[in-house]
């Protein structure tokens, strides 16, 4: 059998994610029912019967207020906001479903390291080893002054304390407890055994963790690692720890150049470059018939919110796009300490120099680029392009209206997929690692910077 491709749907906790203005459409559920169990249960029933790999929960720390100098323009569309804490129906979800995973994103800039292993740990044996951890760094100002901060954190500053947040939670999830430690051994009276379970002692630059860890281990111990952030310090981050990293491209030229460029880091870290899977982005707008799926493309056209998107554009990438008004002159990269690549994406990644009027143009209306419209074969035929010319494992399924667009993306494309052996009919055993990488890999594979932990303590309590 070739390759097939793993998916994810994309979601955030909330009542809008990336679809700007989308929740106007008479059949978006997702900002009336975000905040009922129900919907979350439903929705993780809908995604196992199209046998995704994970939903994966986007998260942000704030409200993105670079766009104007101001929180309005995100407020009032609804821009990932209001948002729950993604964390928090992964039980319940789990507790419906048997095969699908959960990606949950977790900053490392504003969360502490002990608690983060402990919740992740929990949900992992919650979930019996279907967690992942997507790790992000954070880039909203108003996050920093959520948690105390005057300014942001700088860009690789970021990145350094992420790398000793990630040391952190390796030792107390890999160091911290032997296997066999919990022998509720009656007749001696011990339930766990002292002997085999350790202090971690961590002190480092931005942490001090005595340990032991709270929680004892789960079957994965470490979840699987997610990362996104092609910057060059996002790329040797990824290139260090994530098993799966997630690419932007405005180009598929780009796309493989970012995919040779992480295995090849991977590999000069010790890795097996085999480790590390790649994902990008996909959005689709399917129908029966081509006429009804380009009906509704334009249908989320007059819906969309080119505020918002402008908006998300600021956060992200910290250029207000309210600032520029002299449109012919060109969009010229500047070095922001918010997310790096995505300023790239429209300066010096861009196939060519854009002028200021034609960045501004595209945040008018959907980008038709990146998004496929058709039937199901013509869906299907675009998807296979795109996964063979890039090379990319899997992607993060986008969508406009939730859950309507995933419904028709499982009931239609799916079974095309899956006829062209392109994407399973089945979900393989094990935890969400031994899904991806194969049978008896549920823990971080040896050359993983955290599997050097594994049983390395030997600091009594
Ligand atoms: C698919 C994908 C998902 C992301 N999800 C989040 C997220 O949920 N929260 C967040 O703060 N940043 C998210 N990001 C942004 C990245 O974590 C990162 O901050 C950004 O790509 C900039 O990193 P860089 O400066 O290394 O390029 C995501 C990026 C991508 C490509």
Not at 43 to 61: Q, S, T, W
Not at 80 to 92: E, R, T, V
Not at 280 to 289: C, D, H, M, R, Y
Not at 296 to 319: D, H, M, N, V
Request: aromatic share 12%.
């Amino acid at each position: 059998m070739g390759k097939q491709i793993q998916l994810n749907a994309f979601e955030m906790a909330g009542a809008m994610h990336n679809s700007h203005g989308l929740w106007k459409h008479p059949q978006s559920r997702r900002h009336r029912h975000y905040n009922d169990l129900s919907y979350w249960i439903d929705l993780a029933k809908l995604l196992e019967r199209g046998k995704f790999d994970a939903l994966f929960f986007a998260d942000v720390a704030g409200v993105y207020d670079v766009y104007r100098n101001n929180k309005e323009p995100a407020i009032r569309d609804g821009l990932q906001f209001p948002l729950n804490d993604p964390a928090m129906m992964i039980s319940a979800m789990a507790s419906v479903t048997t095969d699908l995973s959960f990606a949950v994103t977790v900053s490392t800039t504003y969360e502490h390291p002990f608690s983060h292993a402990r919740r992740f740990s929990t949900l992992d044996h919650l979930t019996k080893g279907r967690i992942a951890w997507n790790i992000v760094t954070s880039y909203l100002p108003n996050a920093a002054r959520n948690y105390g901060l005057t300014n942001m954190i700088k860009h690789d500053e970021r990145y350094e304390r992420a790398d000793e947040f990630l040391d952190v939670v390796y030792q107390l999830w890999e160091g911290s407890w032997e296997d066999g430690a919990m022998i509720a051994d009656v007749e001696r009276g011990i339930l766990v055994d002292p002997e085999k379970v350790h202090s971690i002692n961590h002190e480092g630059h931005y942490y001090q963790v005595e340990g032991p860890h709270l929680t004892d281990p789960s079957l994965q111990r470490t979840p699987v690692i997610y990362q996104a952030g092609t910057s060059e310090r996002g790329k040797e981050f990824a290139a260090k720890h994530a098993e799966c990293v997630f690419i932007g491209g405005p180009t598929n030229e780009k796309i493989r150049e970012h995919i040779k460029d992480i295995k090849a880091r991977a590999k000069r870290y010790g890795r097996n470059p085999e480790q590390v899977k790649l994902y990008t982005f996909l959005n689709v707008i399917v129908a029966e018939t081509t006429e009804e799926a380009e009906a509704k493309f334009e249908t989320y056209q007059k819906l969309w919110s080119a505020e918002a998107a402008k908006a998300q554009y600021g956060g992200s990438s910290g250029y207000d796009l309210s600032k520029y008004t002299d449109l012919d002159s060109y969009f010229e990269y500047k070095h922001t300490e918010h997310g790096q690549s995505r300023a790239a994406s429209l300066t010096k990644d861009a196939p060519k120099k854009l002028t200021v009027r034609e960045v501004l143009n595209r945040f008018e209306t959907i980008n038709r680029d990146h998004v496929i419209v058709g039937n199901p074969k013509e869906v299907a035929d675009a998807i296979q392009f795109f996964f063979e010319d890039t090379g990319i494992d899997g992607f993060n399924l986008a969508h406009f209206v939730t859950p309507q667009n995933l419904q028709e993306f499982i009931d239609l494309v799916i079974p095309e997929l899956q006829d062209r052996g392109l994407y399973k009919k089945d979900y393989a055993e094990g935890t969400f690692r031994e899904k991806i990488f194969g049978k008896g890999q549920s823990l971080l594979p040896n050359g993983h910077p955290g599997s050097r932990y594994r049983q390395t303590h030997t600091t009594k309590l």
